[in-house]
C-alpha cells in the first residue's frame, strides 16, 4: 500500500490568486501533490504539509475539516525566506470510513516521514488528532517528550482506559497508553479557570511541567526551554486570544497574543530534537476577514524560518563548543553540571541516571535557563533537575 493512497491532491485552481503566483511566493516553492505523488526517497525535501480532513471528534468546534485548503491560500501567498526551503504538500488525508480509520492513516504517514528524516507539519482537524501524532513514535520505538500548547488539560475528569478519544480527552489515550513510551508532558499557556485542581495534583504527582499563560506575559522567551526539550508539539489555536483568532469555536477573551504564537512556532522549528508539529482546531466558519487563517499561515512560516535556522546543537557535539559549568548544593549532596553553548548561548542541565537506568549514556540532558544554573549556584537544587530525576528513577 502506498501511502499516496490515504490523501486527496490539491486543487491548486482553488488556492492559487487570479494572477498565479510570484516567483518568490511559496505557492512557486512548494514540491506540491496535485498530479504525480511526489518521490519521497528523493533527498529533496525536508517538512512535509498534510492537511487533515477531520473533524468528527473536534468537541463544539465541527468545520475544522475544512482547514487545510483554507490555510493554503494564505500560506501559499507569502514570501520565501533568505534560504531555499525544501518543503513538499502532500494534500489532505481524507476522512476514513470510522475516525479511527483517519488515525490509522496519520500514524502512519507521520511514522514514515520521520524514518525518511522528513519532518510532518499537520494542518486542521481536532486537537484529538495529537493522538495518532503521538502514536507514530511508538512505531519508531522512542521516548516522546510531548509539548501541548493549550489554555486546557485535554483530560476527562473520569480517568479509566474506556474513554473515547475526542479533543478534550485524548490526553487520558496518551498518559494511559500501554507500553508507556511518554517521558514527559509539558503544556504552557494553560488558563487556571479551565482547569481543575485535581489535574494540577495529577500533573505534579507525574512530575509533568506546566506552565500558566501569565507565567510569559511580556517575557514569551521564558517559553524557549519547555519547547527546545520536546519531540513533537500540538497548538491548540483556542490558545491565542480571540481577538488575534476568532476562528475557533471555543476562543476565549484571553491566550497568547498572535506574535506569541508565531515566537512559539519559530522557537519550535528551531528545536533540533522536533520532528512533528500539529496546529489544530482551526474552524474557517468561524473566520472574521480569513485573520486566523492568515496568522495560521504566518505561524508556520516562522516555524519553517526557524527550521532553517537550526543551531545543529543536539546532542552536545563537539564539545569544544561548549562551556560546562559546576555547582554543588549547600548540603553537599550533589554537584550539579551545566552546559552552555558558545554559539547561541544556550543552557543544558547534566541529569545522572540513577544506577542501572542506562546502559549507554551516565546523564540525560534537560534544556533549561541561565536563572537554573544561578539558583544551583546559590546552592538550591533546581526545581527542573529534580522532577527530571524523579522521571528518570
Known sequence: ?????????????????????????????????????????????????????????????????????????????????????????LGNIRAGHKVSDTYVALKLLVTELIKKNIL??????????????????????????????????DLDDNIDGTIETTSISYLNKIFLHEPNFLFNFSNIGYQTFYVNQESLKLMDKLYFDVHRLGDFAGNINLAEPVIRNANMLSFDISAIRSSDAAGNANATPNGFYGENACQIARYAGMNDKLSSIGFYEFNPAYDLNGQTAMLLAQMVWYFVDGFYNRKKEFPLLPKSQYITYRAGLKDGSHELVFVKSKKSDRWWMQVPYPAGKSKNERHHLVPCRYEDYQTANSGEMPDLWWRTYQKLI
Open 120 to 153: 510532518p507539519v499537520i494542518i486542521g482537524g481536532g486537537q484529538d488528532l495529537t493522538y495518532p501524532q503521538f502514536m507514530a513514535y511508538e512505531e519508531l520505538e522512542q521516548k516522546v517528550d510531548l509539548l501541548v500548547v493549550d489554555s486546557h488539560f
Open 1 to 89: 500500500m502506498s501511502l499516496s493512497d490515504f490523501l486527496s491532491p490539491i486543487d491548486l485552481d482553488s488556492i492559487s490568486p487570479e494572477n498565479g503566483f510570484y516567483t518568490s511566493h511559496l505557492g512557486s516553492k512548494i514540491a506540491a501533490f496535485h498530479d504525480d505523488f511526489p518521490d519521497l526517497d528523493s533527498g529533496l525535501f525536508d517538512i512535509a504539509l498534510i492537511g487533515v480532513l477531520e473533524d468528527r471528534n473536534s468537541i463544539n468546534n465541527i468545520g475544522t475539516a475544512l482547514a487545510p485548503d483554507t490555510f493554503r491560500q494564505k500560506f501559499y501567498e507569502l514570501n520565501e525566506g533568505n534560504y531555499n526551503t525544501r518543503i513538499v504538500d
